[in-house]
């Protein structure tokens, strides 16, 4: 942010990252150059209208682009993948320049805020295969009830650095600058022996002494008023940082006086020794900091982000600390995109930083996994014992959440209780406490709502509902109006939204069902309900759509299949037996789905696939449902479904 001013940044793309990367550098005063191996991408209209001092180049993404400039920073677009820039990659590495993404100029922008403005935000990020949006926005609305002022970025839109910006302005930027030159400064001096301020200071006075200071001396309040007269026309602020530093090294430790070498010289000095002790004491030139002034506390900046955080966007950056993350679930998606399983899982835990909260979902072992670790010595002691303590403290903290009761103080669960099941909430006077295993009580809890409340369907709801809750908390938010968040959200388009209900079947749009997890999640959540037609198909990404064999067979009553990896998903199913219908279009779809269900059952279109081979992106691919659907006659006869299936 504030170092950028006059780099030779390159983007590499030009889509909604690459824009606000070249924004942000452009507003920063760097000199811009952005790179699409396309002749005309999505935002190169707006890069020409907005940065005219930007330079387009289309080219390949290789290292012959770095010949363009002697350029200090690469950083690519998050749709790049790792392989396709792997020569340009190397190539920056070998030079020294440095490489990242839009992530990485956030992270930057977020750590230079804190150093010169005192800027402090919690940064909760959400990231994980399925379910991210929903807890990143179910997340955000909560804390807005809690009178939070929250910014919700990243792969949900908008950009990271395009809300940043927003709330900044060049006099911020400037403002900015001019704190951390003096930040530099104070540093500076800081770092200075103090017996050379001092001298300096007795200079600037006019003032003489027979000997060299000694170190760690003051001769009184004359000495005292010529170095605080120096420090203030020098930093512009007299009391500052720096009189905290000279009070910590004792500059006026009345006791350092016996060790002068000759107290003659002192004395020489017409400065009374009973005097100059009282001075020491009292009159230093140290004086009562006043506490430094916060340039954030002048600007509505949020106070909470809330991002969500995709594994392209995670993917390499080292820098980035958030205040607390949850990684929802891991499952397979984007193997086109990563070279396998094991790289797109660590772009993931890569977001739990050392001193990240991390919310960890204690059914799914693989998450479980990611909790810190005692070692061994302290694990054997007690929770409630003084090494226990010690334990607990000397690691990042965590919180779970999961199906079942709650196992630590402060964790989240679900219970029976009065006929009904609840979200609760353990106790937290100890919070990460576990129960003494001998003791047959189990550990208290508070009943947070009942789960037939949320608007949201389906188990897998229900422990968003808790990781969004988790992450909420970390902020010391008051429950309360996080609850009443929870109980009015109502989810996001194109997850499990019901679009119409025609002679009893009702018509399903999960389009944002684009893996084969969310669709798992999905069939399990609707199934619960009734048998189901699913629609499934579209571009795999290389997935293995093995997993949807069983809720198929536990709930779907008839597959319609369609789009380029149709005909994978039809013969990994084919051994269920299931009637599969293969079709050629949407509306197909939908017209032949009226056919095969009956009344009580669902509709359900949740693809497992990315929607790029028929549809701009998934909720184009919903709109086409949708219209499908209210195209339909409940009373008509059909028999396209006949027709589909023996032609």
């Known amino acids: 942010m504030l170092t950028l001013a006059h780099q030779n940044l390159l983007i590499l793309g030009l889509g909604d990252s690459g824009l606000a990367m070249a924004q942000w550098g452009v507003f920063c005063g760097a000199n811009v150059w952005v790179a699409d191996n396309r002749e005309d ?359 779970e959440y999961g199906a079942g009761a709650p196992e630590r103080g402060g964790d989240f669960g679900i219970e029976q209780g009065a006929g009904m099941t609840w979200l609760v909430r353990a106790h937290d006077d100890e919070p990460g406490v576990k129960p003494d295993p001998t003791s047959l009580e189990g550990l208290p809890t508070q009943r947070l709502m009942p789960l037939d409340a949320l608007k949201i369907r389906g188990p897998h709801n229900a422990l968003n509902a808790m990781a969004a809750l988790a992450l909420a908390c970390t902020t010391r938010a008051h429950m309360a109006p996080l609850l009443h968040a929870l109980k009015d959200y109502g989810g996001e388009a194109h997850r499990l939204q019901t679009i119409r209900v025609l002679d009893g079947v009702q018509y399903v749009d999960d389009s944002k069902g684009t893996n084969v997890g969310a669709t798992c999640a999905a069939l399990a959540a609707l199934g619960q309900e009734g048998p189901l037609v699913v629609i499934l198909g579209g571009v795999g990404k290389g997935q293995d759509f093995s997993p949807l064999l069983e809720p198929v067979a536990k709930c779907v009553r008839a597959v319609i299949l369609m789009g380029e990896d149709g005909p994978k998903i039809k013969h990994v199913l084919e051994p269920l037996g299931k009637t599969m219908i293969t079709v050629q279009s949407m509306a197909q779809a939908v017209v032949v789905a009226q056919e095969l269900a009956k009344s009580g059952d669902a509709v359900l279109l949740s693809p497992a696939c990315a929607s790029f081979d028929m549809f701009k992106d998934y909720a184009h691919r919903a709109q086409a449902f949708q219209l499908a659907v209210n195209d339909l006659v409940a009373a008509q006869p059909h028999s396209l479904a006949q027709e589909v299936h023996h032609g």
């Not at 002068?260 to 140290?286: F, L, N, W």
């Open 41 to 399: 991408p999505p935002q190169l209209q707006a890069l020409r209208r907005e940065l005219p001092q930007a330079q387009f180049v289309c080219a390949s993404l290789d290292e012959q682009l770095l010949t363009q400039a002697h350029f200090d920073g690469v950083f690519k677009s998050p749709g790049l993948s790792p392989q396709s820039l792997s020569k340009l990659w190397q190539a920056a590495a070998a030079q020294g320049v440095r490489t990242g993404n839009e992530l990485t100029l956030f992270a930057q922008a977020l750590n230079e805020l804190k150093a010169a403005g005192h800027y402090q935000p919690d940064v909760l990020v959400v990231t994980g295969t399925n379910g991210k949006t929903t807890v990143t926005r179910l997340c955000a609305q909560m804390l807005q009830k809690a009178k939070k002022r929250v910014a919700v970025a990243g792969n949900i839109g908008p950009t990271l650095l395009g809300t940043l910006r927003a709330h900044l302005t060049h006099g911020d930027l400037e403002a900015l600058r001019d704190l951390h030159t003096k930040g530099r400064q104070r540093a500076e001096l800081e770092q200075a022996q103090p017996v050379m301020v001092l001298n300096v200071a007795i200079a600037d006075a006019g003032l003489h002494t027979d000997n060299a200071l000694p170190e760690n001396v003051v001769q009184g309040g004359e000495l005292a008023r010529a170095a605080d007269a120096y420090l203030e026309e020098t930093l512009e602020a007299p009391h500052n940082a720096l009189h905290s530093v000279l009070e910590a090294e004792s500059f006026a430790a009345s006791e350092d006086i016996e060790n002068i070498e000759d107290p003659k010289a002192v004395d020489d000095e017409g400065v009374d020794r009973e005097e100059t002790t009282q001075a020491t004491a009292v009159e230093s030139i140290v004086v009562s900091p006043e506490p430094i002034h916060s340039w954030a506390s002048e600007h509505a900046l949020p106070d909470v982000w809330v991002l969500e955080i995709s594994s392209f966007q995670a993917f390499g950056v080292t820098e980035f600390e958030p205040t607390a993350a949850v990684i929802l679930n891991i499952t397979e998606d984007h193997l086109d995109w990563h070279a396998d399983m094991k790289e797109y899982r660590a772009a993931k835990v890569g977001l739990f930083a050392a001193q990240t909260c991390r919310i960890i979902h204690r059914d799914d072992p693989e998450m479980l996994a990611l909790r810190p670790n005692l070692s061994a010595k302290s694990a054997g002691f007690k929770p409630n014992s003084a090494w226990g303590r010690r334990a607990r403290e000397a690691l990042p903290k965590w919180v």
